[in-house]
């Protein structure tokens, strides 16, 4: 209704109208909702409530958000004004622009009321009216666990089984948000446990999901079925396990057992059920460190030895790789196949050792385990700890364990045989070198051979490590420390004062040159070049200075370096030389093969992790809904 003539309208000292372009504009009704909706902030504007509803307005008026009159003050519960509204006839199943009515405001506990419910159900209302993502008055008022205002509403008969967009039902969003009374209220009126949502989850599993267990042992006393699986095949004893919820694993384990008593089997073909990625719950419960599940579950005497679909592993194998101890000491204790390989030839062993768990490799070296089996790429347990160097020093632990341990130092990875030093120095692992160097019988050949790959691998703490045992000279020692160290003061010293040859032969034929460019110490290359170093000197293996550098990954040293050794103009490519002796190129070739091993392929723990947190961790399926729909909040 447009009133023409009104140039300025205050209320309550608050301009609502001041210029033209207002004026055009206005209307008592969008005044009214203002009105209604600034109630609990002044409560004069009850009177200006009051004073417009004296007038014929348009009762069903909606505002640019759908807002009607009624929803407003249903919304901030003032029962005088909703009373007021109802004698007006309003139509009261009008929806807000997302299928909001009255009605679920009023059934939402933030801002709704028993009392404006109760009001709100005197007149025809449609109960079973669903918003635009599908939940109706009574998802909201169990969504807050309002117990007063879900049983009014059942008193109205709705179905209770109405489903969502996304299948929810109002017993699934009392479940999933843990209000065992409402739970009680709905199973009072048949509500249908049996129902699963789009996902294919049951009020059962939303509830073992979040650890209710008094839901939990309600449903399941109405017979709910435990082995009803989702769309990936979870059930509920998976989703409990995996989240760690004990009490509730508790009440279904002696479910299933009463079940078994009827149905003989039942029970054991319940633990030992497989997901579509074929996790029982022994192995969700294993991979999240739950030893107190753990323990229960092995009383209920499952198959242990069950190897999952992507990998194959096993209970254990995920326990170790995970760290858990107590769960390793729970599952050792049942006598699991210890040795049991995956498909990439991985080992419960090895996956503790690649991980740095020291406690459960020391577990497990107490058991009849193998050190001799090898991956698929040939890596027994100690290359694992050796490729991995010593980010912690949970890994020298290990590796004092295993070579204690060990009945070989001698490793077959990808064909190619090296002893435990130079699997070593190929990783530039300067502590494992010198614990093997304290704890083995090192060869002088198998010395040498390290102190190359420890060259070819830019690793000059090694090589430093190495020199008292391949070279005899004090000087030469000495050229060595200044180009592996980058010590330019002392090559000076050796090369401008003692007289040294810039080509002095190091063990394997190795330069200083060599040296100094693969760790990377540009400076000590161009006094090396000033000095006379010949960059077209090959090794034992014939390989030169800038055959080294270009195996070598890619980094600004790198290019500026083989920049300035291309700049002497000198034939620099060991293709120009005569080919050296299978045996010998043989060698470097090895050194880059193992080199090439990636550290392994991807983090195997991390690779599960990510596989279960695409499914398991999945909340209730109402959640997105839930977040949503609260948007009815008031936005008015």
Not at 210 to 239: C, F, M, Q, T
Request: hydrophobic fraction near 40%.
């Amino acid at each position: 209704m447009h009133h023409f003539g009104i140039f300025k309208l205050t209320i309550n000292n608050q301009t609502i109208i001041d210029e033209v372009e207002d004026y055009a504009k206005f209307c008592f009704e969008e005044s009214l909702l203002h009105a209604i909706g600034s109630i609990d902030q002044d409560e004069e504007y009850e009177k200006i409530v009051l004073l417009l509803l004296q007038f014929d307005l348009n009762i069903n008026y909606q505002n640019s958000s759908g807002f009607t009159a009624l929803m407003i003050a249903s919304g901030i519960k003032h029962l005088k004004v909703v009373d007021l509204l109802l004698s007006k006839s309003p139509d009261i199943n009008i929806q807000n622009s997302k299928g909001i009515t009255a009605l679920m405001i009023a059934s939402e506990s933030r801002f709704g009321s028993f009392q404006v419910v109760k009001l709100l159900l005197r007149k025809g209302l449609n109960i079973n009216v669903q918003e635009y993502k599908g939940w109706t008055a009574l998802m909201f008022a169990c969504q807050d666990g309002c117990y007063d205002v879900v049983e009014l509403l059942l008193s109205k008969n709705p179905d209770v089984d109405v489903q969502s967009n996304n299948g929810e039902t109002s017993l699934m969003v009392a479940c999933d948000n843990g209000h065992s009374q409402v739970v009680e209220l709905l199973l009072s009126k048949n509500a249908d446990i049996s129902i699963a949502t789009n996902y294919s989850w049951t009020a059962l599993m939303l509830s073992c999901c979040k650890g209710y267990h008094i839901i939990v042992d309600l449903l399941l006393k109405r017979n709910a079925d435990i082995s009803i699986k989702d769309k990936e095949g979870w059930n509920a004893l998976n989703l409990a396990c995996y989240h760690g919820h004990y009490q509730v694993v508790e009440v279904l384990l002696s479910n299933m057992r009463a079940i078994d008593d009827q149905d003989n089997n039942r029970c054991n073909i319940l633990i030992n059920a497989q997901t579509q990625d074929g996790w029982t719950s022994l192995m969700l419960a294993c991979h999240s460190g739950h030893h107190q599940i753990v323990e229960l579950l092995l009383n209920a005497d499952p198959d242990i030895n069950i190897p999952e679909n992507v990998r194959g592993w096993t209970a254990l194998m995920i326990a170790c790789a995970n760290g858990h101890y107590q769960v390793v000491n729970l599952l050792l204790s049942k006598q699991p196949n210890i040795n049991k390989q995956d498909r990439d030839g991985w080992t419960a062993l090895m996956l503790a050792c690649n991980n740095g768990h020291f406690s459960v490799v020391e577990l497990l070296l107490n058991e009849d385990i193998d050190l001799r089996i090898k991956h698929n790429d040939g890596r027994m347990a100690l290359a694992f700890v050796l490729q991995k160097g010593c980010e912690t020093p949970n890994y020298l632990n290990i590796m004092e364990q295993l070579l204690d341990n060990h009945p070989s130092h001698m490793h077959q990875i990808k064909n190619v045989t090296v002893h435990s030093v130079v699997l070593a120095a190929i990783y530039c692992n300067p502590d494992a070198v010198e614990i093997i160097m304290k704890k083995c019988e090192v060869s002088q050949e198998h010395y040498r051979d390290a102190f190359v790959a420890a060259c070819y691998s830019g690793g000059s703490s090694v090589m430093i490590l190495l020199s008292n045992k391949i070279l005899s000279s004090s000087n030469v020692r000495e050229l060595l420390l200044a180009a592996a160290g980058g010590d330019l003061g002392l090559l000076v010293s050796m090369l401008f004062e003692v007289g040294m040859s810039p080509d002095t032969p190091l063990a394997g034929g190795i330069t200083p040159l060599m040296i100094a460019a693969s760790c990377g110490h540009i400076e000590i290359v161009e006094t090396l070049i000033q000095a006379g170093a010949d960059v077209r000197k090959i090794d034992d293996n014939g390989l030169m200075v800038l055959d080294i550098l270009l195996n070598k990954e890619e980094s600004f040293l790198k290019t500026a370096i083989v920049d300035l050794i291309i700049s002497t103009n000198k034939p620099i490519s060991a293709t120009q030389h005569q080919p050296v002796s299978a045996s010998k190129s043989d060698i470097s070739r090895n050194i880059s093969l193992i080199r090439s091993i990636p550290y392994p392929e991807e983090n195997p723990v991390q690779f599960c992790s990510e596989l279960l947190m695409s499914a398991a961790y999945r909340k209730s399926d109402n959640e997105d809904t839930a977040e949503d729909t609260q948007n009815i909040r008031l936005n008015y």
